[in-house]
């Protein structure tokens, strides 16, 4: 099942790749700044969601190496930071969208701010659950040698 889990997952991530590429050369051709923008900014989403796709396929068919220590120390500063700076923004882009009158500019803050929430979300999620359960600490490392032994550290002969 796996296996064929992995293999649609990379199916999918190409999809997502050749949609990208076709958003960028839409966007390229463009004059018009906000169209552009936008679909450049879509195929970066697409882009994204093949990485993912990829990275998926990758879980499910391959064992993945723990995260050390200091990785994890690392990401949960990164993302605790980042979260405080879209915290920020979310209050930034809440001010702008109440000042904003042209509908125009009313959608693409409703759009920035969607994308805030979810990323606030995703990456307190990934602090908080994915990163930490992936991370082989010392206690685990012990828990592993000692506590799942059947002779807790007896011979076992």
């Not at 391959?62 to 920020?88: C, D, G, L």
């Amino acid at each position: 099942m796996s296996q064929e889990l992995a293999t649609r997952l990379l199916a999918y991530s190409k999809i997502e790749e050749e949609y990208a590429r076709k958003l960028v050369e839409l966007g390229e051709s463009l004059n018009h700044p906000v169209l552009r923008t936008i679909f450049l900014s879509i195929a970066r989403d697409s882009e994204k969601h093949g990485m993912i796709y990829k990275a998926l396929s990758e879980l499910v068919s391959n064992p993945q190496p723990f995260i050390t220590e200091k990785e994890f120390e690392n990401i949960r500063k990164v993302i605790s930071n980042h979260i405080e700076t879209e915290a920020k923004m979310l209050k930034v882009v809440d001010e702008l969208l109440h000042e904003a009158e042209d509908p125009r500019v009313k959608l693409l803050l409703a759009a920035i701010r969607d994308d805030e929430v979810k990323h606030h979300a995703l990456l307190a999620s990934i602090r908080d659950k994915l990163a930490s359960l992936e991370t082989l600490t010392e206690q685990k490392l012990w828990d592993m040698v000692w506590k799942e032994s059947p002779w807790h550290g007896t011979p076992g002969g």
